[in-house]
């Protein structure tokens, strides 16, 4: 694996510009009805639907449910209404064609769409919400409902945005093979998260914040001038913005095209800050083993024993998951907020009880 090429950039400076291409993502402008067919799969809620508007009553913490499709034409709205700020609506849409937001999409929570087929907010499409994560990759549902969650065999298809995309403190968070920004991205106290990969952990903080970090290569190069393309406009007030892609080195793509503004606002030491991070691996020419040995997470169960972590790296040398991944140890007077930290602990602790990496 080549060392990753990371550039850090301060405040409201434009970050690195490559061209100036906008990629056409081949996803259709034309609208359908609205979301049809859903079906609960995880959670408890119901559907709701009047003339132009469809209205999800969540009365679980996590809901996800299952849709024949999920499109909402301009003058039609969907709205989340969510036990409270945390709480998540996963949505799937197995139609087939990309999903198409023309009108509004409101929640008082996280909303999350995923599509293979990708997804296109339209110029007149509206989602506004306390966190959005948008995708075309898909998720076990299993893997939902516990907590921290990875999603994978994404990297496929596009995601474009031509209208407005809004979130509070869980940002707004957008992972696909190819992105694409015409529109506006906005946050208040959460993070703007671009991402191209074929995976992904999503991790959340308790304070409703959510961190997406790639963790599998784009394996395919998208019809695409850049991996990410922004002509719009990207603002993050008291966020940080992350531009990020994970791809093998034969995949010859530009990795982002800017000739839009990307603008960090911060009222404290630890936000404000725009960065662009790239990185490619060799592919493998073999399967590798994922096998670790002799693996267990160190944890507390309910008669308050401990099981010890420890991994063999083949060398006979022996490692607990605390050596591999430190604890953070959150500090509200510098804002430090250990949530990707604690879910890169969590995620790397499940692989090793389960005795192999993915």
């Keep these: ?5 990371r550039v850090s950039l301060l405040l409201n400076r434009p970050f690195a510009q490559t061209c100036a291409t906008v990629f056409a993502c081949g996803l259709s402008t034309i609208s359908v009805a609205a979301p049809q067919g859903g079906s609960v799969v995880v959670g408890s809620g119901s559907i709701a ?5 469809t209205a999800v009553n969540q ?8 849709w ?19 709480a998540i609506a996963l949505n799937r849409d197995f139609s087939g064609s990309a999903s198409q937001i023309f009108g509004n999409l409101t929640g008082n929570g996280h909303i999350f769409l995923l599509n293979r087929a990708g997804i296109l907010v339209g110029s007149t499409g509206v989602i506004d919400a306390a966190g959005v994560f948008l995708s075309d990759a898909t998720v076990d549902l299993n893997d939902f409902a516990s907590g921290s969650f990875s999603v994978s065999n994404g990297g496929q298809t596009a995601l474009r945005n031509l209208g407005s995309i809004t979130g509070g403190a869980g940002g707004v968070h957008l992972m696909a093979g190819s992105i694409e920004n015409q529109g506006t991205l906005d946050t208040l106290n959460g993070d ?3 991402a191209s990969g074929s995976g992904a952990l999503v991790a959340f903080g308790s304070s409703g914040q959510l961190a997406v970090s790639i963790n599998a290569p784009l394996t395919t190069a998208p019809s695409t001038d850049a991996l990410l393309t922004n002509t719009g406009t990207i603002t993050a007030f008291n966020g940080n913005i992350l531009l990020t892609s994970q791809r093998y080195s034969d995949v010859d793509v530009s990795p982002v095209s800017n000739t839009g503004s990307v603008n960090a606002f911060t009222v404290d030491p630890n936000t404000g800050i725009i960065r662009l991070v790239h990185s490619t691996e060799e592919r493998p020419s073999t399967p590798v083993s994922s096998t670790i040995q002799d693996a267990a997470l160190e944890q507390a169960d309910e008669s308050g024993k401990t099981r010890t972590a420890s991994s063999d790296d083949g060398a006979g040398n022996s490692n607990s998951l605390n050596e591999l991944v430190p604890d953070c140890i959150p500090n509200p007077e510098e804002n430090r907020d250990c949530i990707r930290q604690d879910a890169i602990k969590r995620y790397l602790g499940r692989l090793l009880i389960n005795g192999q990496m993915p």
Excluded at 1 to 5: G, L
Excluded at 59 to 66: C, P
Excluded at 68 to 86: H, K, L, M, R, W
Aim: hydrophobic share 35%.
């Design 59 to 66: 009365t679980s913490d996590r809901l996800a449910i299952d």
């Design 1 to 5: 694996m080549t060392s990753p090429e």
């Design 192 to 194: 703007v998260t671009l």
């Design 68 to 86: 024949d499709s999920f499109n909402i034409a301009n003058g039609e709205s969907v709205t989340f209404n969510q036990p409270n700020a945390a």
């Design 49 to 53: 639907v009047s003339g132009p508007s």
